[in-house]
C-alpha cells in the first residue's frame, strides 16, 4: 500500500483568501485523486490529477476555482481559492495504480473552515 | 436514483454483536467492490476488496455481493467498541479508467 502525506492536516482561512494542500505519496503512483466531504455525506470526486497535463475536473468544478498541479509520479496539489464559507469541507486526496485494477488509498484529509 | 445507496445510520450495537452493512447500486457495470473504514477526522482506509459476485473473509470481516439483486454487504463478527467509525461502500466498473463511486456511508457505534 502506498503511504500519503497531505498538508495541512487542518486550516482555518479567512473569506476571498486561497488554500493550497499538498499530497506526496512514497512511492510513483498512477492515478492521484482530489476529493471533497462534507459533514454526512458521501466522496464527492473534484477531479483526477494528471501528471504533467491539466487535471481532469468533473461536473461542477472548474480549474478557476480549484486549480491542480502534479508536476510529478509523487506529488500534486490542490488550490482553493477565492474561497467562502462554502468551501468548508474536508478534502482528501487519493491515489491508486493502474496495473490491472487495485484499490484506492487515502490521505488523511485537510480540514478546512472558511470564517 | 443515486447510483450507490447507503443508509447514513447511525447504527448502535452492543459489544459482541453481529453488524451487518450494506449498500444498494443500479449500474449493472458494476464489477470491483470496495468497503472502506473511517474513523472521525481521519482519511477512509480500505478493509474489504472483491471482484464480482462473492464473499471474502478477513478475520472478523466478511464481504459479500449479490450481482443478481445489486447488493453488497459488510458482516463484522463479534464487534468491538474500536470498530465504532463511519464505513462506507464504493464500487467501480472494469476496463478504462479507475474511478470509484461511493456510498454517503453508515455511522457505526459499538457500545460496550
Known amino acids: 500500500s502506498a503511504v500519503i502525506s497531505q498538508k495541512p492536516s487542518r486550516d482555518i482561512c479567512q473569506r476571498g483568501t486561497s488554500l493550497t494542500i499538498q499530497c506526496q505519496v512514497d512511492?510513483?503512483?498512477?492515478?492521484m485523486f482530489w476529493y471533497r466531504q462534507q459533514p454526512g455525506q458521501s466522496l464527492t470526486l473534484i477531479a483526477t490529477a494528471n501528471q504533467g497535463s491539466e487535471a481532469t475536473y468533473e461536473s461542477g468544478f472548474v480549474i478557476d476555482k480549484f486549480p491542480i498541479s502534479r508536476p510529478n509520479l509523487t506529488f500534486s496539489t490542490l488550490t482553493v481559492s477565492n474561497m467562502s464559507p462554502e468551501d468548508s469541507s474536508i478534502y482528501l486526496c487519493s491515489v491508486a495504480q493502474l496495473t490491472g485494477h487495485t484499490e484506492a488509498f487515502f490521505g488523511q484529509g485537510t480540514r478546512l473552515t472558511v470564517v | 436514483q443515486k447510483e450507490v445507496e447507503q443508509d447514513p445510520g447511525p447504527l448502535s450495537v452492543p459489544e459482541g454483536a453481529i453488524v451487518s452493512l450494506n449498500c444498494t447500486y443500479s449500474?449493472?457495470?458494476?464489477?470491483?467492490f470496495m468497503w472502506y473504514r473511517q474513523y472521525s477526522r481521519k482519511g477512509p482506509e480500505l478493509l474489504m476488496y472483491?471482484?464480482?459476485?462473492g464473499n471474502k473473509e478477513d478475520g472478523r470481516f466478511t464481504a459479500q455481493v449479490d450481482k443478481s439483486s445489486k447488493y453488497i454487504s459488510l458482516f463484522i463478527r463479534d464487534s468491538q467498541p474500536s470498530d465504532s467509525a463511519t464505513y462506507l461502500c464504493?464500487?467501480?466498473?472494469?476496463?478504462?479508467?479507475?474511478?470509484?463511486?461511493f456510498g454517503r456511508g453508515t455511522s457505526l457505534i459499538v457500545h460496550p
Open positions: 472483491t471482484y464480482s459476485s
Open positions: 512511492s510513483q503512483v498512477t492515478m
Open positions: 449500474n449493472s457495470a458494476f464489477q470491483y
Open positions: 464504493a464500487m467501480s466498473a472494469s476496463g478504462g479508467s479507475y474511478i470509484p463511486t
